[in-house]
């Protein structure tokens, strides 16, 4: 039975920490999708943990590609896509998951460092517009092409702090509503996903909730697979018609 990305080529930022980037590439993996995960070049990370990510995505008979990129240099994530298309295709589908840095010690906009408000928006718009900007002309050109953007639930009622990473997410499902109007008609969708609050899980539940679909449901919080799944249904065929949407994943608390 073919599985729903069969063939496909999917880029996720951000993908290698212990969050929704490592299950939404995990999820694709299990569709079926090629997968290019990223880190920031400015960030530390370990290689044997990427290398165990990186083999357990090929174990869905999938190929797998692992590029380092600051999402906020357009001259990087040039690089990036460039080397997806090389080594394994044209990316189709797009999932900007990298983000900033939540800080609510920020409550006082006066007593908020430039350099900090500057970084987080710089992950947050300007690296979504490098990306998107780099996939569009293939997916244009194939007349298919998916793009989910990572925002954040009710980010435009949000009434507290932290306000650099608020404004971010607010931008990123308003750059996903207006571009999902303009590329009407070209077989591209552009979609946002709004997560709740999201703890962090280990690398074997990872594993297990993107094998075992379900399994984890009844959880008193939300799981990066939540997300994933959600992530992952937008990038199918029969999403073809889901466009400009938000769509919060918070669930309700349980008793």
């Known amino acids: 039975m073919p599985r729903s990305l069969e063939g496909r080529v999917a880029l996720v930022t951000g993908s290698t920490g212990r969050g929704m980037g490592r299950s939404t590439a995990l999820t694709f993996a299990r569709e079926g999708a090629d997968v290019v995960l990223n880190y920031g070049s400015n960030r530390r990370t370990r290689e044997p943990e990427n290398r165990r990510l990186l083999q357990a995505i090929e174990g869905f008979g999938v190929r797998s590609l692992l590029v380092p990129a600051n999402t906020a240099d357009g001259d990087e994530v040039r690089e990036m896509f460039a080397r997806a298309k090389a080594e394994l295709g044209p990316v189709d589908i797009l999932v900007?998951?990298?983000?900033?840095?939540?800080?609510?010690?920020?409550?006082?906009?006066?007593?908020?460092?430039?350099?900090?408000?500057?970084?987080v928006l710089r992950v947050e718009i300007e690296g979504m517009f490098h990306t998107i900007k780099a996939a569009l002309p293939d997916m244009r050109k194939k007349r298919w092409g998916r793009i989910v953007n990572i925002g954040m639930e009710r980010s435009e009622e949000f009434m507290e702090p932290p306000y650099d990473y608020a404004v971010g997410k607010i931008a990123r499902h308003g750059l996903t509503r207006i571009?999902?109007?303009?590329?009407?008609?070209?077989?591209?969708?552009?979609?946002?996903?709004?997560?709740?609050?999201?703890?962090?899980?280990?690398?074997?539940?990872?594993?297990?909730?993107?094998?075992?679909?379900?399994?984890?449901?009844?959880?008193?919080?939300?799981?990066?697979?939540?997300?994933?799944?959600?992530?992952?249904?937008?990038?199918?065929?029969?999403?073809?018609?889901?466009?400009?949407?938000?769509?919060?994943?918070?669930?309700?608390?349980?008793?």
């Open 96 to 119: 900007n998951n990298a983000g900033g840095l939540w800080a609510p010690e920020h409550a006082d906009l006066a007593k908020v460092e430039d350099a900090f408000w500057q970084r």
């Open 179 to 255: 571009l999902s109007e303009v590329e009407i008609g070209k077989g591209i969708t552009l979609n946002a996903v709004a997560p709740g609050y999201i703890p962090w899980i280990s690398f074997r539940d990872a594993l297990d909730m993107v094998h075992h679909r379900g399994r984890w449901a009844g959880r008193r919080h939300g799981t990066p697979q939540d997300v994933a799944e959600v992530v992952a249904w937008l990038c199918t065929e029969e999403a073809r018609y889901v466009k400009g949407a938000v769509i919060p994943v918070h669930g309700a608390p349980m008793d």
